[in-house]
């Protein structure tokens, strides 16, 4: 399975913008890039996925690299309900499964 | 709408005892998944089920580990012969499919003391 690499850790005061990034250089041409985040106490929640071409969606925007090997989570203006961990997930089409990596721990203070 | 289910919410149990953990899918989706995720081994697939097809069971850590779906929609995973390196979280999701976003349900806190 092509593995990503997060930061440990990320911090961020309420209302200003935030650019979680993942790095997956061994990616293959099927892998969808996925982002998911565990609030404390929570099971994981889907936040946004994307192949090749830049997403967005109310929670937040995904923004992949020409050469697919990096991508970056922004949540425009974050809040504390937004401190999480937040993971992202290689997913390849035939493939079920989520692997999850470490995942980066959002601070937002207020 | 109902989201996915879990009980119990706790569950505290003596070694050696078996244990069934239950869970409720949304209405519908036919991709269930189990994971568990505990302070050593972060988050991990146990096992997923999709409609009437065979279940991948890759993730399953030993033989002591089980789970059936019953009529395409609840689910029961079951450990025999618990261990106190099974204390864990585990987490149910469920999908309209493999390649949908998966919904997970709040966990069960698994204690083996």
């Known amino acids: 399975d092509a593995k990503t690499t997060q930061p440990n850790s990320m911090e961020s005061n309420e209302e200003e913008p935030v650019h979680l990034p993942c790095n997956h250089s061994t990616i293959s041409g099927t892998d969808y890039i996925h982002w998911y985040r565990q609030l404390p106490s929570q099971g994981p929640e889907y936040v946004i996925h994307g192949l090749t071409s830049n997403v967005n969606n109310r929670m937040a925007s995904l923004a992949i690299a020409e050469d697919r090997k990096s991508s970056t989570l922004i949540l425009h203006r974050a809040t504390l309900r937004d401190a999480a961990v937040y993971y992202c997930?290689?997913?390849?089409?035939?493939?079920?499964?989520?692997?999850f990596g470490t995942g980066t721990r959002l601070q937002v203070f207020p | 709408g109902a989201g996915v289910s879990q009980s119990p919410s706790n569950k505290v149990t003596e070694k050696g005892k078996d244990v069934e953990l239950r869970c409720d899918p949304i209405?519908?989706?036919?991709?269930l998944y189990w994971y568990r995720q505990s302070l050593g081994q972060g988050l991990e697939f146990l096992i997923y089920f999709q409609g009437n097809s065979a279940p991948d069971k890759s993730g399953l850590p030993s033989d002591r580990f089980s789970a059936e779906r019953t009529g395409g929609s609840v689910s029961t995973l079951t450990i025999q012969r618990t261990q106190q390196e099974d204390s864990a979280v585990y987490l149910c999701?469920?999908?309209?499919?493999?390649?949908?976003?998966?919904?997970f349900g709040p966990g069960t806190r698994l204690t083996v003391l």
């Open positions: 209405s519908g989706h036919t991709a």
């Open positions: 997930i290689l997913r390849a089409l035939h493939i079920d499964k989520l692997i």
């Open positions: 999701a469920s999908s309209l499919g493999r390649e949908y976003e998966q919904f």
